[in-house]
């Protein structure tokens, strides 16, 4: 008997014939919700066992310790082979074609909870939620045209944080998922591969395990009403993994992807990628009024700081520097999936013009508001969708090592760096008060020297900061400004992994 | 600047196959430069395609192996096609005469092989029959070719490896049935 079994034995040993009973029968039909190996069964018993310990160490009776842990929560998910694949949208196309070993297009929402996290419970959470996201419980596979997810039904599991964050997901084994969850002390991640999808489907994901994890605690909620949080015990229905780019009506005018190389700031390349994740956490009603006193959004506002601390970061004293951002299509069409559905803009400076805030401000208003428009993003599908159809008769073989190259050239090296904004994310009250705050940081770009992401939840904004450089002009300068304008900030982080 | 670490200390010295890939990329360059030039200077047979396609084979399967389905099936199928194209590379360059005889038995062999490697495992390698399928369709086309050309002798290797790729592709579509079609259709999709 494995150290498992012992441990679940003497646990059962401790308790009342009564509470044994409640086991016995919580265990009867368990077989019957896996179609799995016996091993991946036998794991997933594990799971439970411990489970049902660690919750009863917190006092929890074993009677309300099987409501929480009840089998129904399964859905007969794990009892039915799978069939389902998923071909991939139209923006995820790019990302396992133009992945090389080291390089992988990700990124990573954090929760972080009031008390630390009980890997056993949250584990259940992950085992019952990922049901609910059947693209997401997917292997990456290679067709002869393009890739695809093939969906797996397998155990997927928790692991302890030990890495340096957004590192490469492993997708080349059978049956490997393309995305990973992690906990360390009070915080859960969620690494996604960019193939599965982007910001706002990994957001909802993670909210639906945060509040599951927090069910499996304990905490009630009397109403979800208005916060997009997804009942995992919810039938999947198609338009929630369809591919929103499809049902654009296509323009006439279509804009390439093609534009000028950008001024990159200059620190050292790191060996290690990411060398280094910070996070900027701010009260959000400081920066929101901050934004206004310039009479600016918050991601105006951002831009320009960056603009700001990126011209600071190089020495070059002409040329251009360009900040991607992505740019969520949900706004401008009403969908419910929760693939990839954004595209970007680039928001463009010359070097010489940057220094007063205000000029700059009305300058990237001006850009976003031209650059970002549904317009300009249709024209921008439209080439997408011609592209991707142009290509997709030709075989991967052949196609794969030109994208490659062309990625190479022209796919970051436009761009200094990004901003990728989540906006404000909500969950009902009684979840809120047991969440400090969440985070949400860009994988490490291949040429840029960092990428930003921000997030805002129960009244902090983080700004995170993927560093591929031990320069920290960028950082240092951001934080003078956001102290400039008024705006308190404190300062999390990885060390620098590279010393 | 402040930081409260929040992150767990890493463990250190961890495999950076990117660097690796970088610093032996140049390694392998210079050795398939030399390996022309040396050909060149020194003359005689041509040998120096050979070893250029050696040193691709070695790169791809072991230092730059597959970042999508990478597993028994595709692997194995993999290393069977280099040692087939080397082996055409070494009768058409160096020693002709024997190919013909000796590629068909190494390509039952392999078909033999990748049979055995698929069907001890099909719950997860019917998830990665394609490379297999192929190799079996080339092998059955290669084979029929091969004994149109040299009918009249003695070439037996061909018989078996026709006959053992059919059985085997016949097999592949028994056993997994309804899977088998799903498979292709997943694999040949142009959406």
Sequence with gaps: MDKIRIFYADFLDSLTDGERATLRAFFTDFDQYFDTSSSERRRFREDFEMAIIALHSRGVPVEEITERLALSNLGGYYARPSVLWFPLDNSAKIYPISMDHGTQNLFRISVYFKEDILPEVMQIALTFTVKRFPAFATSLK???????????????????????????????????????????????????????????????????????????????????????????????????FENAFERIERTKGSSGFIDRPATQMNGKLSVRRPCRILHLKMPTDALLSAARSYGATVTVYLLTLMF????????????????????????????RTVRNFAMYCGIRMAISDIGDKEDMVRAITSQLEQKASKESMQ????????????????????????????????????????????????????????????????????????????????????????????????????????????????????????? | ?????????????????????????????????????????????????????????????????????????????????????????????????????????????GVAIGGVLFFTDMETQKHNMLPLVLFLVFAIIGSTIGLTLWHEKNFWPFIVLDSVSVLLLLALIIVLGGDFLRELKRRFHIK
């Design chain 1, 142 to 240: 290679k067709g002869v045209f393009w890739h695809y997810l093939d969906s797996v039904k397998c155990r997927f599991s928790l692991t302890e944080e030990h890495d340096v964050p957004c590192q490469p997901i492993k997708v080349s084994i059978s049956g490997s998922s393309s995305f990973r969850l992690l906990y360390y002390k009070n915080r859960v991640s969620a690494e996604f591969f960019h193939v599965l999808t982007d910001g706002t489907g990994g957001t909802v994901f993670i909210k639906a395990l945060a509040a599951e994890y927090l069910r499996l605690m304990g905490v009630k909620v009397s109403s979800t009403e208005g916060h997009d949080l997804w009942n995992i015990n919810d039938t999947p229905t198609r338009d929630e």
């Design chain 1, 308 to 335: 700001l601390a990126a011209s600071a970061a190089t020495d070059e004293l002409s040329g251009e520097l360009s900040i991607q951002v992505p740019v969520n299509m949900r706004k401008f069409y009403e969908t």
């Design chain 1, 379 to 499: 024209e921008m599908i439209s080439a997408s969708v011609k592209l991707v159809s142009a290509l997709r008769c030709i075989p991967l073989a052949i196609k794969q090592p030109v994208a490659r190259r062309v990625c190479g050239f022209l796919g970051e090296k436009i761009f200094s760096t990004t901003l990728s904004n989540l906006g404000v994310v909500t969950l009902p009250e009684e979840l809120s008060e047991h969440i400090e705050s969440m985070d949400f940081c860009l994988g490490a770009p291949e040429h840029n020297r960092l990428a930003c992401a921000a997030i805002s939840f129960g009244g902090v904004t983080t700004f995170s900061i993927t560093k591929n450089t031990p320069d920290p002009t960028f950082e240092e300068k951001m934080l003078s400004l956001l102290s400039e304008d008024g705006i308190e900030t404190r300062v999390e982080g990885s060390e620098f992994y590279e010393r």
């Design chain 2, 1 to 109: 600047m402040n930081v409260n670490i929040t992150y767990p200390p890493i463990k250190r010295g961890s495999f950076l196959r990117r660097r690796l890939l970088r610093i032996l990329r140049w390694p392998f360059i210079l050795a398939a430069i030399a390996c022309v030039v040396i050909n060149v200077c020194i003359g005689g047979v041509v040998w120096s395609p050979i070893a250029i396609v050696g040193l691709f084979a070695v790169w791809k399967m072991v230092l730059s192996p597959d970042l999508v389905d990478y597993n028994r099936t595709s692997q194995f199928i993999k290393t069977v096609v280099y040692i087939l194209i080397l082996l055409a590379m070494i009768e058409l360059l160096i020693v002709p005469g024997w190919a013909a005889f000796v590629i068909p038995i190494v390509g039952f062999t």
